[in-house]
C-alpha cells in the first residue's frame, strides 16, 4: 500500500527566512510526487510535481521540491517565506507501477504554514 | 475558463438525515474524483468516475453512500442516512485523461463541508 507522511502538523517561520515542509512516501514501485496547497475557502491548488529527471522541481509561487529517493522523501522548500504564503500544505503520492485503486492520488495529513511578519 | 464548483459549501444536519453533494467539474473532464477529509486527517480517496462510469469505488466507506455521474457531467454524493463520523470536507476533483494518466494534475473544488450533529 502506498502511503505520505507529513510529520509537522504546523510550521512557523518569519517572513523573509526560508521554509521548509517534510513529506515522506512508501510506495512499492516508483513514485509520482504532487504537492498541494489550500488557502482559506479554497480548493486544493496544484504547486508542482515530480515525475522523472532532475530531482530539484520548481513550481508556483517560487517553491521547489527536492525528491530524494534513499530518503524516500519530496521536501517542499522556498528560500524567502511570505505573509502569503500562510496556508495548508498537502503532499500526495502515486505508485506508477500500480494498477486499479493503487493508482490513486495517496495524501499525507497537511501541515499547516503560517509566516510571521 | 470555469473550475470545479461544488454545493453547498457548507451543510448541517441531524443524524438519519439526507445530504446529497454536488460536483460539477470542468467542461470536457473526463475523470472526476470524490476526497474526504475528516478531523483533520489526510484526505481520502472515495471513488472515481471516468466519464459516467465508476472506475474505482474502493474507498467508498460503506452502502449509506452512493455517488452517481449521470450522462458523465456533473456528480452527486448522497450520504443516507448520515452518521456523526461522516462530518468531514468532501472535496471533488476533476482531470482530463492522457496517455500519462498516472502524472495528471487533479483541479480540486473549494470542498463541501458537512456536519452531522
Known amino acids: 500500500a502506498q502511503s505520505v507522511a507529513q510529520p509537522e502538523d504546523q510550521v512557523n517561520v518569519a517572513e523573509g527566512n526560508p521554509l521548509t515542509v517534510k513529506c515522506t512516501y512508501s510506495?512499492?514501485?516508483?513514485?509520482?510526487l504532487f504537492w498541494y496547497v489550500q488557502y482559506p475557502n479554497r480548493g486544493l491548488q496544484f504547486l508542482l510535481k515530480?515525475?522523472?529527471?532532475?530531482?530539484l522541481v520548481k513550481g508556483s509561487y517560487g517553491f521547489e521540491a527536492e525528491f530524494n529517493k534513499s530518503q524516500t522523501s519530496f521536501h517542499l522548500k522556498k528560500p524567502s517565506a511570505l505573509v502569503s504564503d500562510s496556508a495548508l500544505y498537502f503532499c500526495?503520492?502515486?505508485?506508477?507501477?500500480?494498477?486499479?485503486?493503487?493508482?490513486?492520488?495517496?495524501f499525507g495529513s497537511g501541515t499547516q504554514l503560517t509566516v510571521l511578519p | 475558463e470555469a473550475g470545479v464548483t461544488q454545493f453547498p459549501s457548507h451543510s448541517v444536519i441531524e443524524k438519519g438525515q439526507t445530504v446529497t453533494l454536488r460536483c460539477d467539474p470542468i467542461?470536457?473532464?473526463?475523470?472526476l474524483y470524490w476526497y474526504r477529509r475528516v478531523m483533520g486527517k489526510e484526505i481520502k480517496f472515495l471513488l472515481h468516475?471516468?466519464?459516467?462510469?465508476?472506475?474505482?469505488e474502493s474507498g467508498m466507506p460503506n452502502n449509506r453512500f452512493l455517488a452517481e455521474r449521470t450522462g458523465g457531467t456533473y456528480s452527486t454524493l448522497k450520504v443516507q442516512p448520515a452518521e456523526l463520523e461522516d462530518s468531514g470536507v468532501y472535496f471533488c476533483?476533476?482531470?482530463?485523461?492522457?496517455?500519462?494518466?498516472?502524472?495528471?494534475?487533479?483541479?480540486f473544488g473549494a470542498g463541501s463541508r458537512l456536519t452531522v450533529l
Open positions: 476533483a476533476s482531470s482530463q485523461t492522457d496517455r500519462s494518466s498516472g502524472a495528471n494534475v487533479l483541479t
Open positions: 510506495v512499492s514501485g516508483n513514485p509520482y
Open positions: 515530480y515525475i522523472t529527471g532532475d530531482n
Open positions: 500526495a503520492v502515486r505508485d506508477r507501477a500500480r494498477e486499479g485503486s493503487a493508482r490513486q492520488l495517496t
Open positions: 467542461s470536457g473532464h473526463d475523470n
Open positions: 468516475f471516468v466519464k459516467e462510469s465508476k472506475q474505482d
